[in-house]
């Protein structure tokens, strides 16, 4: 059966951190029998929409899902569990801030039904972690690290590199500590950069300089050679799993299969009548939530892909994985003509492979991979 994921919206954070340009906001007191009215009357509206089947994922993001009231999360697992069923290997992943989640905490998250924690770490280096704004520290993090092994049959945790100063010994460094907690899964994020951003604004102004491009690409290399020989696979661009532990959630996006997005400002992508339908609800938490209230649906836009809509975000999300994306037959691609010799170039180069159909960024493609599915797709 095609997988179905549920992606779950939350969109406060205890502070906003300098680099981030997700749909976020301040903490502040919340009612929380209306969001669980609302988002489970969204995921009604959705389960009227499909084919009805089992949830394959749950994804609760944000934002800080942690700081979610526990009793919004176990509305939201009996609901999708009643409204769509879930898969017997169903994968309830919830990202978590080290500071919200002590063993306790992460008990009751298990107790309802999450079973695999995803913790923003970011850095064990403690002036790093202060530039980066966070409210923990490196004990902190080694702590959450510690006992989401122990509590979840499934853990990852998030670092970012390439960070100003950052050398490429820090960097082994940090690998090194992270990969002395036997990870299953790892998320390791170059810094970006992103309009709109604290960060962006002290980068404008002077304050500091990005890493050089060839920083980053030289520590995406050094985390690549690491993890391989810690036995973890780069199935995707950031993502470095143990066989068995790649998350099936995220996998949904990069094969381009169904998910259901609720909550405020997510995105879905899901087949209706036949249709690949865009979907996508309201950004701001309390005009999601009287939408909701008044519509039934957090829904701002849906929107019907055309062939070559679709084929451009199959190219963007396929060419992050390993496994590459195929394009067996798919005429779209070739019936422009310009896109087909750009694609024999990249071959030719040596940034792409084309074999049997599928289309692969090659060891050499990977660090580049933005500026390749730009110059594929545009
Ligand atoms: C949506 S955040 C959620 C996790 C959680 N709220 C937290 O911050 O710990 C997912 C991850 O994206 C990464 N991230 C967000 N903005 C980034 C940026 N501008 N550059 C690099 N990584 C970024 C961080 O590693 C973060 O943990
Ligand atoms: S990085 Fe995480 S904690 Fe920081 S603002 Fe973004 S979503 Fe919130």
């Keep these: 059966m095609t997988p179905l994921g549920l992606y779950v919206h939350w969109p406060y954070c205890a502070r906003i951190c300098p680099y981030c340009d997700f749909n976020v906001y301040r903490a502040r007191p919340i009612d929380a029998a209306a969001w669980s009215d609302a988002l489970i009357a969204d995921l009604a509206y959705w389960s009227a929409c499909i084919e009805q089947r ?11 899902p942690s700081l979610a009231p526990i009793a919004v999360i176990e509305a939201i697992i009996a609901a999708a569990a009643t409204k769509f069923g879930l898969d017997e290997q169903v994968e309830i992943t919830l990202e978590a801030n080290p500071n919200d989640a002590d063993e306790n905490a992460m008990r009751v998250l298990a107790a309802a039904g999450v079973n695999r924690l995803s ?3 970011q850095s064990f280096d403690d002036a790093a972690l202060k530039f980066l704004g966070r409210d923990h520290d490196a004990a902190a993090a080694e702590r959450a690290i510690a006992s989401a092994a122990k509590i979840f049959p499934k853990s990852t945790f998030d670092l970012i590199f390439a960070l100003p100063d950052q050398s490429d010994e820090d960097w082994r460094n940090t690998l090194r500590h992270a990969l002395g907690f036997s990870p299953t899964h790892l998320s390791l994020y170059q810094l970006t950069i992103e309009p709109g951003t604290a960060f962006a604004k002290q980068v404008d102004s002077g304050r500091w300089a990005p890493a050089a491009e060839e920083r980053g690409a030289r520590q995406f290399e050094i985390a690549a050679e690491m993890t391989a020989e810690a036995g973890m696979s780069a199935y995707e661009i950031s993502n470095y799993a143990r066989p068995g532990h790649e998350s099936r959630h995220n996998l949904i996006y990069w094969r381009y299969q169904d998910y259901i997005g609720v909550g405020p400002g997510a995105h879905g992508r899901l ?10 609800t309201l950004n701001r938490p309390e005009h999601y939530l009287s ?5 039934g649906a957090g829904v701002e836009t849906s929107e019907v892909l055309d062939e070559e809509a679709q084929l451009v975000e199959r190219l963007s999300m396929g060419l992050r994985l390993v496994e590459g994306v195929s394009l067996f037959a798919d005429d779209v691609f070739y019936r422009n003509d310009a896109r087909a010799d750009r694609l024999a170039q990249l071959v030719a180069d040596g940034f792409l492979s084309h074999d049997c159909g599928t289309l692969r960024a090659t060891a050499l493609g990977r660090p580049v991979l933005n500026r390749l599915i730009y110059e594929l797709v545009s």
Excluded: N, Q
């Design 291 to 295: 939408h909701t209230v008044e519509k």
């Design 119 to 121: 913790l923003g770490i």
């Design 54 to 64: 089992p949830l394959t994922s749950i994804y609760f993001g944000g934002g800080t």
């Design 271 to 280: 087949t209706v009548d036949g249709k690949r339908v865009a979907t996508k």
